[in-house]
């Protein structure tokens, strides 16, 4: 938009990342989405994230067809949170289910509406030790937890501070939307201005190569031979990625910390509406006990926790509603899938696969004594392991959150190669499109 001549290098065939789209058996399914975040509240205003997305993509908000959350929950054991697009809605249920909280959360919540979150400088402060000295009741931190870590977390067992605080206004204070018809609504027009602006998208050509010479990148070189050199380059791939890519290697000295955690996820597709089974949440954030544990598992699979996501609960009931989906997620052990050969890959994936349907179903009102009339509708069903991952956008571990180490600023170790997306530091959909924006913005259009 801006008068630089720009080529988009891409190892997969189809554009989006972790956020991409795919057919099986006629049937269309979105790689990621579960929630667009940040939707634009009444409260959020001008200043919503996406509005400011949008406006700088030059992509009509209302394109994007919107639908809003029903509502949402976070279960741990017996107790439940509830939550809308409306904030206020959050509030009341924290107040209800924790009332010696109250003065807590809200100091809590002042707290993070002053801590500068947004600013590359931000503090990355453990959120579990803020949570300790803020609230009193271990359940309540523990509960806000773990929505934030599983839309956004590098780190094992906590997130950082300024991530927690991105993460919670994303989901609570502004709301989560889908658009109608899913992430291609968000690719569609990207790819389209692409088009218009004249910038070469080169797709099925991962870099092989990024050449430097002293303090500068001098050229990538591509898995084809072919050279490309450029004034400045932006990266997306991740920072261990990225620094994997380096020629000579070692030609930086900076060794980012390797991100470790990964997912499984398990779609169910099946005849009619989730509401024909009463089931009228969009998304289940679940945990068995009072104590949440994330990160790597120990086993392939940590069952202990999960999120379910009804993407056909968005938006108004659709009473003719033929097809809907279940998705489960659940954390899930690199090595293990990426040892096993082909034949006990595929039984293991189907033996789990049955585990979180018995076990994701059972934090859905009555889901267990209807998990035999739900089995019986499902058409069809597709898991996705930390193998996917890795194979599709050759992320180090399958990593789904990158490296615990952040560049907010994008620097790297080289004055025109710059990091945007994860490792910047900004997760989700929204985040990781505006961190390149950012770095498009501050860095090639106007660096200091
Ligand atoms: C199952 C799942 C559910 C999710 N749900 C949501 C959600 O509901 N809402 C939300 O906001 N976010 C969600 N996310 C997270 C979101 O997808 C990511 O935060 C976002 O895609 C990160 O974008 P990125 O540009 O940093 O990296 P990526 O999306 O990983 O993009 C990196 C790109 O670099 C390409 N690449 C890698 N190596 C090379 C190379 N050598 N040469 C050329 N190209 C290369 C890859 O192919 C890829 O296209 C989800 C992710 C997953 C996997």
Known sequence: MFGKKVVLLE??????????????KGIKFDVGLH????YPSPQSGKSSPLLKLCRQLRIPLDSLDLLPQSHSRITFGTESLRFDNNFEYFVSQVEEKFPKERDRFQSLLSKMDEFPAYSIDAEELSTRDILKESIMDPLLSEMLLCPTCYY??????????PTFVMLFDAIFKQGLARPEQGIRAILKPIVSKLRELGVKRMMKSPVQSIRANGSRISEIKLENDECISADFVISTCGAVETEALLEPSGASSASTEQGCFSIMESIFV??????????????VFFNDSKTFSFGEPEGPIDLRSGVLCMPENYGA????????????????RFSHWTGLEQNSYESEKALWEEKILQQGL?????????MDAFKSKIILRDTFTPRTIKKYTDHTNGALYGSPQKSRDGSTAFENLFLAGTDQGYVGIVGSMLGGIAIANNRILRPD
């Open 11 to 24: 190892r997969h065939s189809v554009v989006g990342g972790l956020n991409s789209f795919y057919s099986k």
């Open 35 to 38: 929630a667009l975040t940040n």
């Open 152 to 161: 956004g977390s590098a780190r094992k067992n906590d997130i950082d501070f």
């Open 270 to 283: 099946f005849e009619g509406s989730p509401r024909d089974f009463g089931w009228d949440e969009t998304v």
């Open 317 to 332: 009931p659709d009473p003719g509603s033929r097809e809907s989906k279940v998705r489960i997620t659940h954390p899930a």
């Open 362 to 370: 059972a934090y859905l009102p009555e889901g267990k004594n209807q």
